[in-house]
């Protein structure tokens, strides 16, 4: 955990100091992207050029702020499969909150976001106070936001298109040259680390990841923590909805379902212990630009659907091989 | 005993200079023991004597270091508990090895099931149970009940049954008893003693008293792992063998206690007819501030829950507790911290209930303090590191580093941090379970002074410990359990060994005339 209070920049300048303390499985996520980089330009020289960095950062933002979330559940040992729909229901219903007259686009954001907070709290409720798995809760409110979804939408793609505050958080430039999205993304990254390393609130996740009972005899409200970490997730979850529809300009069924596996897929590829309790955040920043890069070079290189799912799934599976290997320590 | 000349020549079981050690510590040495027919054999001793390591050998789990073992005049070995099974050997064990899930007959022919083509054949299965819940008397439980769905006192009747199935020669009850009440245990015994005048020889270890006096034929006691006599039953009254189970050697350095000044305030900690379940019954005491009060009495009688109870950890207890005089609702350990008790709890198992073995020194040592160093949420990294570094130099805890996993610090060290976790919070209240297990005496030491400095400074301290060297030099008053309730209070020179086991086995003899100032 200590590696990521270091301040991203700073890396080059303490660079020893930072490799001794630094987990392995980040240096390891790291030097995957590196290599990833490297034989892909062997292929073609563009992997390099700066236009396609950023393009891939962008469209890497969307899952990193979408694994944020997942991440904070995964620390504490419980997992978040409502991802998909509660990311769906957050873009429809920014989309939705368009028509609401003139103060619509004003709080479409806002009101997407808070969607999919109140799905979270379901599922905190579910898993803290009436100690579901939250394997089961989290799959059963996916199923229900879907259902609610579809009644909305009556089954069809829904006609609203994204307002223009979402479309420009998505696209657009605040800074000339750097997309909004990866900025968006970098602001929710440095709060979570705020979170993670700084603030009481995250040393109790942290705590409960490795033992609940030590946590809860330590005088930690576990149960409020639960509840808050669910609802961070669903907040996230959401809000990577909101950014995604106003990326494609507007919110579509099941628009969520390719992010749940990738989510996940970026926090434990990171070194974070699907059994909860390890992990630093800089290394699901690592694991969601390994496994854009992944994606994206692979649909690049022009290999067929199947053949890429094969190789993306192997490269998870022999990458959770590796670091299963690595003795605890982090 | 008439039956005892049945095998006058030799017994049906000998044991000679049987030694078992664990790493360093030695759980049995050169122990011998002879199991007749027909006779029931009673083990004592206190925690930790070497009794189960014993049963466990006789029961093929663990393989003795040296010695030997004969079954009829025969050297034998058993190289698995399947093998004492075969050779007639059966255990009926203190925690159930039942399955719940399972019905009555396929948790007793759960080793050896009868088959037929290969699989298992209910009817016969069905007449084995039957048989053998017969002989257990306890045949008004059906064999196709569920397990889960008796009563604690019919499961541990089926766990006899379970052991009679394998048509055992030498059967060996440990604890049997201890989670019945008086009524079934009066059952149990019929059934205990129909057995031995069936001709099986039945080793029968309990803590009560009075059950070894009613039913025990021969007497075997153990003190640290060696067999110190062997009696027959009757001919030691119960102080003398009381006697046979004390007298370790300890000497453990222990602050003195100071003078008991009486004060008028209320005291800090009181409980009254705290109650759990039939785990904690009509508890009722007080813990002034400066004063030291020990929980004795033998292992798992309670004394953990009360101490879990006080601190809001366990649901639906009954009773009241007042802080300085004040009624107050603890309904969790967030509350029991928070400032208007400030209650610490040390916790009985480090390693899973007060520390997070991954996680830094630091970050370990401040967990529970967080509040106090952080505003709005948000820690503050300078009080926070004052704070540890004062703690880290008040208990001097030898680590490498704040910034290592606590796990890989010694246990003395684990439990120092344990404990200064708590003391960053400055609690008014220190309750203790059994802090001192499984740490070196150099650190015990350290840890007496310091409970001693707690209570001076104006703390109430309660203490559980298993070890009665402690309750007596640490203490100055202990209150013992025995079945969840406080069945006797010790003060100042009354806290002496004798009593305190006296007490614990709830004797009833001439031990209290002797103590007397």
């Known amino acids: ?330 | 005993m008439t039956t005892a000349e049945i095998q006058a020549t030799s017994p049906l079981f000998r044991m000679e200079g049987v030694s078992k050690r664990y790493g360093g510590v030695r759980a049995l040495e050169n122990a011998k023991l002879d199991v007749e027919a027909g006779q029931i054999h009673a083990i004592l001793g206190e925690n930790g004597a070497g009794k189960s390591t014993l049963i466990k050998i006789m029961a093929g789990v663990v393989a003795a270091d040296e010695g030997r073992m004969l079954l009829d005049g025969q050297d034998i070995t058993f190289r698995s508990p399947a093998a004492a099974s075969a050779a007639g050997i059966a255990c009926v064990f203190q925690e159930l090895s039942l399955i719940p899930d399972l019905s009555v007959a396929d948790n007793i022919a759960i080793a050896n099931p009868p088959r037929r083509f290969g699989l298992i054949d209910r009817r016969a299965q069905r007449a084995i149970a039957e048989e053998a819940l017969a002989r257990a008397g306890a045949e008004d439980i059906h064999p196709r009940a569920a397990v889960k769905d008796l009563p604690l006192s019919r499961r541990q009747m089926v766990e006899i049954a379970k052991a009679l199935a394998s048509k055992p020669r030498i059967l060996i009850l440990d604890e049997a008893t201890s989670a019945l009440t008086a009524g079934d245990v009066a059952k149990v015994f019929a059934v205990l003693k129909r057995l031995r005048s069936e001709g099986l020889a039945l080793l029968y270890i309990s803590h009560r008293m009075h059950e070894i006096a009613e039913l025990a034929d021969t007497c075997t006691v153990f003190r640290n792992g060696r067999n110190v006599a062997s009696f027959r039953a009757g001919t030691r009254s119960n102080s003398e063998v009381v006697e046979m189970m004390i007298g370790r050697e300890y000497s453990n350095v222990f602050p003195p206690k100071p003078p008991r000044a009486v004060i008028a305030k209320p005291p800090r900690l009181e409980c009254r007819n705290l109650g759990w379940g039939d785990r904690l019954r009509d508890i009722s005491l007080s813990v002034a501030e400066g004063e030291v009060v020990g929980l004795g009495g033998l292992d798992g009688q309670g004394q953990r829950d009360l101490l879990l109870a006080l601190f809001g950890v366990l649901r639906g207890a009954t009773g009241s507790v007042l802080i300085d005089g004040v009624p107050m609702t603890i309904a969790s350990p967030a509350v029991a911290r928070a400032s208007r008790s400030a209650m610490a709890l040390i916790p009985e198992d480090r390693k899973t209930e007060g520390l997070m073995l991954p996680m830094t020194v630091r970050e370990n040592l401040s967990f529970a303090a967080l509040d106090h160093v952080s505003r709005g949420g948000i820690i503050d990294r300078t009080a926070e590191e004052q704070l540890i570094d004062e703690m880290v130099r008040l208990l001097a805890i030898k680590t490498a580093g704040l910034d290592i996993p606590v796990g890989a610090l010694s246990g003395g060290n684990q439990q120092k941090v344990v404990i200064a976790k708590w003391l960053m919070r400055k609690p008014r209240i220190v309750l203790l379970n059994d802090p001192t297990r499984g740490i070196d005496v150099g650190t015990k030491q350290e840890m007496y002074q310091l409970l001693r400095r707690l209570a001076d400074a104006g703390a109430a301290i309660l203490f559980y410990s298993t070890d009665y060297d402690e309750l007596i030099g640490c203490c100055d008053r202990v209150l013992v359990l025995y079945d969840g309730r406080i069945v006797r209070e010790l003060e100042g020179r009354d806290i002496t060994e004798h009593a305190l086991i006296a007490s614990a086995l709830n004797v009833d003899d001439g031990d209290r005339r002797g103590t007397a100032a």
């Open chain 1, 1 to 330: 955990m200590s590696d990521t209070s270091e301040d991203r920049i700073s890396i080059r300048t303490r660079l020893p100091a930072f490799l001794r303390r630094a987990d392995p499985a980040v240096l390891t996520a790291f030097g995957c992207i590196l290599l990833l980089l490297l034989l892909s330009s062997l292929y073609s020289s563009n992997f390099l050029s700066l236009n396609y960095l950023l393009q891939q950062l962008k469209v890497a933002s969307f899952l990193g702020v979408v694994a944020a979330g997942v991440m904070v559940v995964i620390l504490l040992g419980h997992i978040d499969l409502s991802v998909p729909w509660v990311m769906t229901t957050g873009a429809m219903m920014a989309c939705a909150a368009a028509g609401f007259g003139s103060v619509g686009p004003v709080i479409a954001i806002p009101f997407g976001i808070i969607c999919g907070t109140a799905f979270g709290l379901l599922n905190g409720f579910g898993v803290a106070y009436l100690r579901i798995p939250s394997m089961i809760v989290t799959l059963a409110s996916n199923v229900v936001a879907q259902g609610l979804m579809v009644v909305y939408t009556g089954g069809f793609s829904p006609q609203d298109s994204a307002p223009p505050p979402v479309r420009w958080l998505a696209t657009g430039f605040l800074i000339p040259g750097l997309p909004n999205a990866i900025l968006v993304w970098v602001a929710i990254s440095a709060m979570m680390i705020f979170l993670f390393t700084r603030t009481a609130f995250g040393r109790a996740v942290y705590g409960i990841g490795n033992s609940e009972r030590a946590a809860y005899l330590s005088g930690v409200d576990t149960r409020r923590v639960v509840m808050i970490a669910f609802a961070i997730s669903g907040a996230l979850s959401a809000f990577g909805g909101v950014l995604l529809a106003g990326y494609s300009s507007k919110a579509a069924q099941a628009m969520g379902d390719a992010y749940l596996l990738p989510a996940i897929a970026a926090v434990v590829l990171g070194g974070t212990s699907i059994l909860g309790g390890r992990g630093s955040y800089l290394g699901t920043v690592a694991g969601v630009i390994l496994i854009t890069l992944l994606q994206s070079i692979l649909s690049v290189m022009q290999m067929p659907e199947a053949g890429r799912q094969i190789v993306y799934g192997v490269v998870i599976i022999v990458m959770l091989l590796l670091y299963g290997r690595t003795p605890p320590n982090r």
